[in-house]
């Protein structure tokens, strides 16, 4: 079945520092991709998404690319701040008669002052 | 347009009552699913409703059910509660089933189990 794979956390940088949290990911067929991010006490709020092959997301300075031929999505900022703290979830959303979206174990990051 | 409301925020039980939480979705999507997230396991899908329809069910027991209304605001309950059931409950909409639309996120249910 569908699958997402990310690095483990948690991730500690320092404010203005370059982030990167990888995504890989296993599906059957041509899934979206998806970063969610969730603040303490908070649900899930969508962070960016690609659709396809080579779409490039971003939102809030975040980035990610659709990449098919290494199956991965990894979520970049150049500049990170405190306000950034927060979990971050890769996931996939597929059509097909199983479970339609999956996500990952998630990413916690900690950006200091 | 409002966004999805779950409700109540919070609730304590104790272990083998059951309890019931509610979720309504955004105006217009059919399709609400429930996950349930723990420090331990992350984010586990519960089950997907559609058109009053369970369409997808997660690994939980059978303890762990739930039902959707004509209106599209769903329910789940969960009986004979245990420890283990702590954790955030999260509901979720999409306008379609099946699909790989973005999901909309309520703000959750913590459950405490005592």
């Known amino acids: 079945g569908d699958s997402v794979t990310q690095m483990e956390g948690p991730v500690t940088l320092s404010e203005e520092a370059f982030l990167t949290i990888n995504c890989t990911y296993t599906a059957t067929g041509y899934p979206s991709l998806f970063w969610y991010v969730q603040y303490p006490g908070e649900g899930l709020q969508l962070l960016l998404k690609a659709t396809k092959a080579d779409d490039k997301g971003s939102n809030k300075g975040f980035e990610a690319t659709y990449r098919k031929e290494t199956t991965s999505f990894h979520l970049e900022k150049g500049s990170v701040q405190v306000s950034d703290s927060a979990v971050y979830f890769c996931?996939?959303?597929?059509?097909?008669?199983?479970?339609?979206?999956?996500f990952g174990p998630g990413t916690r990051l900690s950006v200091l002052p | 347009k409002a966004g999805v409301t779950q409700t109540p925020r919070y609730l304590i039980k104790t272990r083998g009552q059951q309890v019931t939480l509610s979720c309504s979705p955004i105006?217009?999507?059919?399709?609400v699913s429930w996950y349930q997230q723990t420090p331990g396991q992350g984010l586990q899908f519960l089950f997907e409703?559609?058109?009053?329809?369970?369409?997808n069910k997660g690994n939980f027991p059978g303890r762990f059910s739930g039902r959707q209304f004509s209106n599209s605001r769903s329910e789940m309950n969960v009986s004979t509660l245990e420890l283990g059931d702590s954790a955030l409950y999260l509901c979720a909409s999409t306008p379609r089933a099946g699909g790989s639309d973005e999901q909309y996120f309520g703000p959750g249910t913590r459950l405490t189990v005592t």
């Open positions: 105006s217009g999507h059919r399709s």
């Open positions: 996931a996939l959303g597929e059509d097909n008669y199983g479970q339609n979206f999956v």
């Open positions: 409703y559609f058109s009053e329809t369970q369409r």
